[in-house]
């Protein structure tokens, strides 16, 4: 175990070899192009020893396949399966709601991924529902305009996510959650949240693992987003020090995580540590 990692008071321990693991994606196994050292060991240690595990994103500029290729560029060999994203619970939400047409305010590939898979028609016109992530240069003020007049009226506004920033390769990069903010403004209304820290989000997540909160841990790099989220739904949190972590956010936390590890470098070792 990392001499860095801290175990907070009153939280509780990984002691249970039945845990399942949520694993944030950008900012946990990479950033930007590079994988973080010790990332490719930790997954397989993982696999070795049978923890079944998802790799969770929030990323709503790509489609699952986009995700699965990228890593597999990085050295990870992930199929697609065990690959979670918003944009997989929403495709689910609007089949379940009957939303057989849609406003897909997001990059090409995600409205094409949401498309396949809610069956959902993209109309501007008559759309009933606006669905917003991070687009990207499609963000223009024609299609935030479009998303506006169709939010009122009537159609409901589901947020892919609503994550203020994350890192890119060349430095901090807006998310959708600004976007998805100033239409909740000016429309006067709340957004469906389908990604982190959406309740909804962890628990289809456990659902494909067959697990319960209470047996799971999200590893992440964002103290709001993944740990705060997780934590509220019975999950243990461990926050590590990689991607888009700052001391000074972690300070100010109204939710602390459960452990503290410099990265996911140091999991296999504090998982040994904490063995009984």
Known sequence: MSSES????????????????LIDIDGVLYVGENGIQGSHEAIKFLEEQGYPFRLVSNTTRLSRASVARKLSAMGFAVPESKIFTPAVAAADYLSRSHHHTAYLLTTNEVAAEISESGHVRHDPESAQSVVIGDAADNFTYTALNTAFRLL???????????????KGADGMMLSAGPFVVALEFAARKEARIMGKPSPAFF???????????GQAVMIGDDIETD?????????????????????????HALQGP???????????????????
């Open 6 to 21: 801290q175990t907070h008071p009153g939280r509780f321990l990984l002691r249970s070899r039945q845990r399942a693991f």
């Open 152 to 166: 009122l009226g009537g159609a409901e506004l589901i947020a892919l996510e609503r994550d203020r920033y994350w």
């Open 203 to 213: 628990r289809q997540a456990l659902l494909s693992l067959g697990a319960e909160a």
């Open 227 to 251: 740990i705060g989220g997780a934590i509220s739904c019975g999950m243990t949190g461990i926050l590590v020090r990689t991607g888009k972590f700052r001391k000074e956010t972690l300070d």
């Open 258 to 276: 459960s452990v503290i590890l410099d990265s996911i470098a140091d999991l296999p070792g504090y998982l040994e540590s904490e063995q009984v």
